[in-house]
């Protein structure tokens, strides 16, 4: 990864001159025929593929009608289109939110419009060739759906919405990305987006007991498909092994250990993220999601909480009741869902993020920190994309930018903002979220950090800031990765947990 | 001639009215399967109702986007709203009270007008990132817009046509009968491009009228997990089950 050089910093934060073409074949790997099979998706492209495509985009349209406004709305008024990070960082100008949406909005015009069937020139419309589908695969992976632009628009246009429709589109002709659809394909068969099996999760909680045990003389436990728990956790599979998303698991289960609440961890659906949101497929959205409703109901479990992950607490938040009917008021035909709802318990909200728990035993009094552990840290929060402009907590608009901060400053002492400019529902996204956390986008996940990176290495300059929090596994693995070439040290960020875990005190109350 | 353009009147009001409520139909019939709405999200339909007054009336979300464009795009559409009140009179007699009101500003309004439109067709030509996003229809709407607003100054501040003359053309065609228009080039101009204006309405960007509210990113209250919400087509994989 060395060769990768990341793009200067810039000095005023002046919109960038374009670059046409800078990221033309900068796209994903293309998935062999094995992985785009198992999801029921055709192998490859086949000879009818274009009139195949034209009429999914059509059925497409006439289920979401996002699309079907999105489509007909914009007025090429301009205001995104400065707004994306993978334009800031690449200035190639079909990065521009209202330009990756026009890749599509031109072949909507030309086959479902009357002016763009009669002049296709004047309005912008263009025949779907197999250049525009290759264009559709390049640049439609080369956006992380956080939704940025979505805040600027004066419709709320939604690129996200527009870019799960072209990968939804493109994977019903056999031309989908390798890294997403291989992923899901390991959560069908066995639970978890890293494939790791029941009995290797079991021996790494084994393990986790005891370093634990041996940092603070207490038996924390982790337990695993304990039918009868009070709480089902479901977290992203990174926080099994991978650091620094490890340490904010640990967090977890101090929490739940100094509360005394019992909890468990499910081995048939040990996966809180869902791949399905990505490529934009309804029944892989739903099917993934049954998972938990499963394993919720096996287990007999009153409380569904999940761990830190932005995509998935979208989906978990957001479309969980839609998909499976985890909330309230579920089909009175569907059985499943109606058990589910007898079971949980409705006075708190289901499913609830980590933070919300933690925040109110906080609240209560339930927990208590020595905030000096934190003392070598002056931090900062980064709100993940799919958390801010996707989701929320605490019941309350702008409840999922409070309970955060308000928890880091409960367990931390020294915590500063970035540039408002960059936080709260403006936030830039990492830069590897939307299924672009794969070494074969690395370029493009290099460039899309720069607007964070430029705002991180400014309170570092000022104010020392040496660890950016975040609550998204996706945020940890990929500032992993790009903050050492931007200079920074790797350990510079981490979880919220993780300073949880610093700080708490074990058998005290 | 006046015949001739009674004709195209009736032909492109009837498109309008018919294309726009079709699309509309279309689009309050489509489902929108999942909750959406973009933060800052009110929690109760209240709040979405409000949100949505704050999108049309000051452009809300504009201003935090492009400060620009916001003052040129919010000084267009409100002095077209002014100056749509205003031409109220060719149509009502008697005039109402508050147009007969707003007949001063009305005309200001026309100024203002064009002056939105300049900025936002500068901002079409100079900024390069807008303009790589142009259409060709961009910019013909753009002029078509100036085109309407300037001719009508025109006709205010040079050569008036008989305004009387034009109301009981108006008035007449309101009950199918056509009457005389006087002939004068610009007012033929001016009404030639209004109406062509509403002949695209329904089939070009001007959708973002309607649009708006039904975008779900906008018109949705954020309560998911209060609320189960759920699109017909997705509740039969339900029953499927
Ligand atoms: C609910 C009513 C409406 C709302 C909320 C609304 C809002 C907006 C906004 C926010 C913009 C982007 C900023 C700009 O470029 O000006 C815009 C653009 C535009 N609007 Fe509207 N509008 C409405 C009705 C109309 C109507 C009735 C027309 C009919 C002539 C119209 C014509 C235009 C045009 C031509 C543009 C594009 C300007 C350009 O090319 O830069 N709008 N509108
Ligand atoms: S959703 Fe995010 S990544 Fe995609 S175009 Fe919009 S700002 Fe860019
Ligand atoms: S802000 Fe919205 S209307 Fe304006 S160009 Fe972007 S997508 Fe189109």
């Given at each position: 990864m060395a060769d990768i050089a990341p793009p200067a910093y810039r000095t005023f934060p002046i919109i960038p001159e374009l670059k046409p073409g800078a990221m033309e074949g900068k796209g994903p790997f293309v998935a062999p025929d094995k992985i785009n099979e198992a999801l029921g998706f055709p192998g490859h492209l086949e000879d009818d593929w274009h009139d195949k495509a034209i009429a999914k985009m059509g059925d497409l349209l006439s289920r979401y009608?996002?699309?079907k406004v999105y489509m007909d709305a914009c007025v090429h008024c301009g205001a995104c289109s400065d707004k994306c990070h993978y334009f800031i960082g690449t200035q190639d100008p079909k990065n521009m939110p209202v330009a990756r949406q026009d890749l599509m909005r031109s072949v909507y015009r030309r086959y479902f419009t009357l002016p763009g069937k009669l002049f296709p020139k004047l309005v912008g419309a263009r025949d779907l060739t197999r250049e525009v589908l290759d264009e559709w695969f390049n640049y439609y992976h080369q956006c992380s759906e956080c939704r940025r632009c979505s805040v600027f628009c004066p419709y709320g246009i939604d690129t996200a919405e527009v870019t799960m429709?072209?990968?939804?589109?493109l994977d019903s002709v056999g031309y989908g990305q390798k890294y997403a659809n291989e992923i899901i394909g390991k959560v069908h068969k066995i639970g978890n987006n890293l494939g790791l099996p029941g009995p290797a999760l079991i021996d790494t909680l084994e393990g986790l007991e005891e370093d634990v045990k041996e940092a603070t003389g207490v038996d924390v436990r982790f337990p695993m498909d304990v039918k009868g728990a009070e709480?089902?956790?479901?977290?992203?599979?990174?926080d099994f092994f991978a650091e620094p998303h490890i340490d904010s698991l640990i967090g977890y289960a101090k929490v739940f250990h100094a509360t005394g609440t019992s909890w468990t961890l499910s081995s048939m659906s040990s996966e809180a993220g869902n791949f399905g949101l990505f490529i934009g497929n309804y029944d892989q959205l739903r099917t993934i999601a049954m998972r938990i409703r499963q394993a919720a109901l096996e287990l007999g479990v009153k409380r569904i909480v999940v761990g830190e992950c932005g995509h998935a607490w979208r989906v978990a938040y957001s479309f969980w009741n839609t998909l499976t009917g985890v909330g309230d008021g579920a089909d009175p035909n569907d059985r499943f869902a109606q058990m589910l709802q007898k079971q949980l318990d409705h006075r708190y909200k289901q499913p609830s993020h980590i933070?919300?728990?933690?925040?109110?035993?906080?609240?209560d009094e339930r927990l208590v920190f020595d905030k000096s552990k934190n003392d070598k840290y002056v931090i900062t929060y980064h709100d993940s994309c799919n958390v801010a402009r996707g989701s929320n907590m605490g019941g309350y608009p702008g409840g999922q930018f409070?309970?955060?901060?308000?928890?880091?400053?409960?367990?931390a002492n020294n915590f500063v903002e970035m540039d408002s400019s960059t936080s709260y529902e403006r936030t830039f996204c990492c830069g590897g979220g939307g299924g672009l956390l794969t070494d074969d986008l690395m370029d493009v996940r290099v460039k899309g950090a720069l607007p964070r990176m430029e705002k991180l290495q400014q309170v570092k300059d000022e104010e020392g800031v040496n660890f950016m929090a975040c609550i998204c596994a996706i945020c940890k693995a990929q500032f992993t990765k790009v903050l050492p070439i931007y200079g920074f040290d790797r350990k510079v960020v981490g979880g919220v947990h993780q300073l949880v875990s610093n700080a708490i005190q074990l058998g005290v109350k | 001639m006046s015949t001739l353009l009674a004709i195209f009147i009736y032909l492109s009001t009837l498109v309008f009215v018919v294309g726009l409520l079709q699309r509309i139909r279309d689009y309050a019939g489509t489902p929108a399967p999942l909750k959406i709405p973009t933060t800052p999200a009110p929690t109760t339909g209240g709040g979405v109702v409000l949100r949505m007054v704050r999108e049309v009336v000051f452009f809300e979300s504009l201003f935090k986007g492009n400060l620009w464009t916001w003052v040129s795009g919010w000084l267009f559409h409100f002095s077209m709203l002014l100056v749509v009140f205003r031409h109220l009179r060719y149509f009502t007699e008697p005039v109402w009270g508050w147009v007969d009101f707003i007949q001063p500003f009305g005309i200001y309004a026309g100024i203002t007008m064009?002056?939105?439109?300049?900025g936002l067709l500068a901002r079409r030509i100079f900024v390069e990132r807008i303009r790589y996003i142009s259409t060709p229809s961009d910019f013909l709407m753009l002029v078509l817009l100036i085109g309407i607003a300037s001719s009508g100054l025109l006709m205010k501040f040079v050569g008036h046509p008989d305004v009387i003359m034009v109301k009981n053309y108006f008035l007449g065609l309101m009950h199918l009968s056509i009457r005389e228009l006087p002939s004068n080039f610009v007012l033929y101009a001016h009404l030639s491009m209004v109406f062509t204006l509403l002949l695209i309405f329904p089939m070009s960007k001007l959708l973002h009228a309607p649009g708006l509210f039904f975008s779900p990113s906008r018109n949705q209250a954020d309560n998911p997990r209060e609320k189960r919400h759920i699109a017909p087509w997705a509740a039969k994989l339900e029953s499927e089950k």
């Open positions: 009608r996002s699309l429709a072209a990968r939804e589109i709480v089902l956790l479901i977290t992203p599979s990174a933070c919300e728990f933690t925040w109110d035993m906080i609240q409070d309970i955060p901060r308000n928890i880091i400053r409960a367990v | 064009v002056a939105g439109l300049l």
